[in-house]
Nanobody
Framework: QLQLVESGGGLVQPGGSLRLFCAAS????????IGWFRQAPGKEREGVSC????????NYADSVKGRFTISRDNANNTVYLQMNTLKPEDTAIYYC????????????????????WGQGTQITVSS
């Protein structure tokens, strides 16, 4: 079974940057659409970004557009989320998720469409 492990979280000041990593074991990622999600305390899980199997297509939530960049390196079985100009409202647990469903363009798929999830990594943006 595909296992995903997120890393790169931590505490950062407003305006700072972090890079999240989503690594897979046991299976290669190049046949999976990958999404990044986040969940803040007391809020529902929300989509942040997604990337197609070969990385040709990406999409972002309006709240992170222009600040976050998703990318993938299938040779190294890793997906990245570069987060710049972080704001306190970005504070949340961030999850990566994978699905075999094909996504090529448009709005990212919602959480129920993803079969595999990582354990999450905490991002705290605070001065």
């Amino acid at each position: 079974q595909l296992q995903l492990v997120e890393s790169g979280g931590g505490l950062v000041q407003p305006g700072g940057s972090l890079r999240l990593f989503c690594a897979a074991s046991e299976f290669t990622l190049d046949t999976y659409t990958i999404g990044w999600f986040r969940q803040a305390p007391g809020k529902e899980r929300e989509g942040v970004s997604c990337i197609s199997r070969q990385g040709r297509s990406t999409n972002y939530a309006d709240s992170v557009k222009g600040r976050f960049t998703i990318s993938r390196d299938n040779a190294n079985n890793t997906v990245y989320l570069q987060m710049n100009t972080l704001k306190p409202e970005d504070t949340a647990i961030y999850y990566c998720a994978a699905t075999k469903k094909l996504w090529l363009f448009g709005k990212c798929m919602p959480p129920p469409d993803y079969e595999y999830w990582g354990q999450g990594t905490q991002i705290t943006v605070s001065s």
